[in-house]
Structure formats: C-alpha cells, structure tokens
C-alpha cells in the first residue's frame, strides 16, 4: 500500500523507526542491568557487614543486662542498616525478633530472607517490600543458633534508575523529534531530486530530447540521473535519424516517381514520335530500376534494424567474385569510360555469404563508377593475408576530403559535388552487411588514390584450388 507523502514519509518514518529502535534496544539493555547493579551492589556491602557483625557477635561478651541491644545499635550505624536478632522457634521455623536497632520502625516477624536462613543455616540474601517500600536484606545464621539479619531501604538506588529513565525517555523523545525533522527534510530533498528525474523521464517519454538531465549528486540518484542523460543523448541521436531517414526516404521515393508520372503523361501524347517515345520508355524504364534498387536497399535496412537479416556460412572465393563483378559492371564502366582490372589471388577464399559479398562488391564499384570523372581506372583485387581476405577496390580519381571520408558510410550522406549520385544507402548498407559477416569495409583516400576495401574472415583453400595454383 503506496504511504501518503510517497518517499519523504518513508524515508522519515524509517528513520524514526531506526531511532527508535536504537534508543528503545538501549534503554532495555541499560536499565535493568543498572538496577540489577545497584542491588546487588548494595546487597554485596550488606553480606559483608552481616559476616563482620556475626563475627563480632560470637566474641562479645552479651551476658550483661542490655547488652545484646547496645551491640545491635552500634552495629546498625557501622553497616547503616537496619540489625535484627531473631531468636528460631521450630521447626515449622518461626522467628520472634529479641534485638532489634530500629524497632519504632515497626515490628518485623517472620521475615522471608531470616526464614530462609532459619531453613538452610547459611547465608540467604533478596528483596523485601514492607509498607509498600523496597528493602535489601541479608540473613546470617549466629553460632547461638539464632539469625542476625541486615535490612536497609533501597529507594535511593532506585530513584537513580527512574532518573536514568526518565532522561533515557526524553533523550528518546528529542532524538526522535530531530530525526523526523532531518529525516523529512533529507527525504524532501531526494524527493525533488526524484520528481525532476521523474519529470525528466516523461518530457523523454514524450519525444522531447531538447532539455538535459542535470543532478550534480555524486550519489546513486546522481548516477541515475547521468544515465538518463546518456539515454536522452541517444534517443535524440536515433530520433533525429529516424527523421533524417524519413525525410531522406520520402525524397529519394518522390523524385523517381515523380519523374515516372512526367514522361507517363509525355508518352501518352500521340503526337511524339517513335525516336522519341522509344527515349521516354528508355528513363521510364531506367526509373523503375532506380525504385526497385532503392526499395531493396531499404529492405534490407529494416532487415537488418530489426535483426532479421539472414547471412549465409560458405567458403567463398574472393577471385570468382571479383572476376564476376567485373564482366557484370562491364557495360557501365564501359558506358561512363572507366577501364577496370581484376587482380586476384587464388588462394582468397573468406567465410562469408555470397550474395552479401557480391552486393557489397557492386555497391563498392557502382560507387567509384558514379563519383570519378571518366577515364578513371577502377582496379579490383582478391588478396590474402593470414587469417584475413580482403576484397579491394582501387581507383585514381581525386579522393575524398577529409570532412566526407568521417560521414560517407551514412546512411543518405552523399558528398557535394557535380559528380555526386545514388541515393546514399550503398556503403551505409555495405558496412552494416560486412559487419553481419564478422568483416569491416574500410575507406583509404588521398588526392589520385581511393580505396574501399572489405576485409572478411579467411576460410581454408580447398584442395582443387591449390593443386590449379601449382
């Protein structure tokens, strides 16, 4: 059941209880001993003096008329006690008191401490209570047969045990008093903290990333806090490319399509030509390639945001590919005046998926084909280098600046430029599908040299392979 007042009267309410619970264990711990002390203190001295009388008794000479009353008197203000000589009757025991130091005190007869004694013939010891007062008494037994017994008030002890109490009590009553205040306003305080995160959580919870998550505490609230801070930081990062990739998607969506409406409408004129209606169905067809291009791309990038990208584990030899790559981008290097090469080694072979391998190979020629100027040489080489293979692909164009080369693998970056195309998924999706296949796509560029390089792990060259290389 949630408590009225939330965390601030938790804290304080256990707080107080902690307090509490201290004062109240010492107040049962260090009272009853006290008084336990004090008694049996004052019944130790008594037993001391009781001996000491009963020993004197047996020396003196008690024959003379009131001597036996004297010897009790002066005995009474040595032990400052109470001295009673009880003559034994018995058995049943019975006393019949025949000195005694105080007797306007009132008579005492039958004392439970003197019986006890009378039974057992040794020493007896305890507490008493006459007329609703509390006395120590020790009993002794006498060589005469009879019992000496040592009675003395013990209001005063108890009386410093009842003010122990009652400054243990009001100790108890300013501690918890100060405890609520310092606890309630220590809970105040790490309430405010809390509803500020709690604050903070929702503006988050809300898509609103703009207002940073501040606790200067260096405690367990304040680490809270830096880890919502560090959430809000990525959540605004992942929200501003979610916006980016909408924007970016629904541009890249609309420009085809809007394209393909336009040259819709021109070829459906009657008056237009074959030449020219043959060159309309030309960029309408090249248009739809660009939209199925693009919708696979992002396919697979939603494949692989959701993990549900599926990569196979076969050897693979880098050379096929690149050979592959080459007659396939054959017409469009062609087409846009590049020469492209193969270099290949026969020995690289990578633990990969070969259509992963083949789509990242054609996103790293597509992109040195589409961003060189024409006459640029495009060079593809298959290498190996222990347990690594790298797929590379090498052109002489003027290179990356710098500022690009941080941001190319982006998703929809594409450098400024004249020679700037595509939709800007290729190497974003190139890097990501490597990276399934526990390989890396790398950038090198300089002015004249550019390579992008895939780097995957090496299988073992079959048999066949290295009996062909010898």
Known sequence: MKLPGGIRTTIAIALIAVVGGALGGAYLMVVP?????????????????????????????????????????????????????????????????????????????NDTVALETARTSTVSRGLVERRGRPFAEVAVPLFSGDILLLSTPIEDQLATVRVVKRRLLYATGVALAIAAILGGSAASLHARRIRRLERAANRIAQGEFDEPVVDLGGDELGE????????????????????????????????????????LELIADEDLDEETRA?????????????????????????????????????????????????????????????????????????????????????????????????????????????????????????????HAERIFDRFYRADGAQASGSGLGLAIARELAAHMEGTVELSSMAGRTTFTLSLPAATVPAAELLVST
């Open 224 to 263: 809270l806090a830096a880890a919502f801070e560090r959430m809000r930081v990525q959540l605004a990062q992942l929200d501003t490319a979610r916006k980016e990739f909408v924007a970016n998607a629904s541009h890249e969506l609309r420009t085809p399509l809007f394209s393909l409406a336009g040259f």
């Open 279 to 403: 060159g309309f169905l030309a960029t309408t067809r090249e248009q739809v390639e660009r939209l199925t291009k693009l919708s696979a791309d992002l396919l697979d990038l939603s494949r692989m945001d959701a993990g549900r990208l599926r990569v196979e584990r076969e050897d693979v030899s880098l050379a096929d590919i690149a050979r592959v790559l080459a007659d396939e981008l054959a017409p469009l290097a062609e087409a846009t005046g590049h020469p492209v090469t193969v270099e290949a080694d026969s020995g690289a072979w990578a633990v990969a998926d070969e259509e992963r391998v083949l789509q990242i190979g054609r996103a790293l020629i597509s992109n040195a084909l589409s961003h060189t100027p024409s006459g640029t040489e495009i060079v593809v080489k298959a290498t190996r280098a222990g347990s690594r293979v790298a797929l590379a692909v090498h052109d002489d164009g003027p290179g990356i600046l710098p500022e």
């Open 33 to 109: 001993s006290l008084e336990r002390r004090l008694v049996e203190n004052r019944l130790d001295e008594l037993r001391r003096e009781a001996l000491a009388t009963a020993y004197l008794y047996a020396r003196a000479d008690l024959s003379e008329p009131f001597a036996l009353d004297s010897f009790v008197l002066g005995e009474a203000d040595i032990a400052d006690a109470r001295t009673v000589v009880f003559q034994v009757f018995g058995p049943p025991h019975s006393l019949r008191p025949i000195a005694d130091s105080s007797p306007r005190a009132g008579l005492i007869s």
